[in-house]
């Protein structure tokens, strides 16, 4: 009789370890990336919010009777965000034509700031009003 010995590691054996092993690494790689992309784009659109919350803040600091409308934009500066504002009369509003309006007690205060995120242009957009007191 010719028993084989079966001490010792096959080329097979090695080959298989070696794929396991690369795919497991590719997978680990593969989520790494993921997350640190995402984590990325959250702390991008964190800090667009907090400059929209920024914008709003000023000029809800400014006295009321002095708001007039009007609209603003560009970059804040050295920042690569894009700033749009807007302070509007709610009485100019399309939606309250032909209704009785009455100017200088609301007005809304709208924030859009965008940001590149990769190749897409991602936005935040907050808005308020604010009532003559």
């Keep these: 009789m010719n028993f084989r010995s079966e001490k010792g590691v096959t080329g097979i054996d090695i080959t298989v370890s070696i ?5 497991f ?6 989520l790494m990336f993921n997350i640190n992309s995402s984590s990325g784009g959250i702390g991008r659109k964190s800090e667009a919010t907090n ?6 803040e000023k000029i809800k600091a400014q ?3 002095t708001l007039n409308n009007k ?3 560009g970059y804040i500066e050295d920042t690569p965000y894009y700033k ?4 509007l009369d709610y009485a100019d509003f399309p939606e309250n034509e032909g209704k009785d309006k009455v100017h200088g007690l609301v007005k809304r205060i709208s924030v859009t700031i965008s940001y590149k995120n990769g ?4 936005k935040v957009e907050l808005a ?6």
């Design 19 to 23: 794929i396991i092993i690369t795919l």
């Design 71 to 73: 609209e603003e934009s």
């Design 51 to 56: 400059y929209a919350i920024t914008e709003i």
């Design 25 to 30: 690494i590719g997978i680990i790689a593969t």
């Design 84 to 87: 749009e504002v807007s302070v």
């Design 63 to 65: 006295d009321f009777n």
């Design 119 to 122: 190749k897409d242009t991602e």
């Design 128 to 133: 308020t009003v604010i009532t003559k007191e």
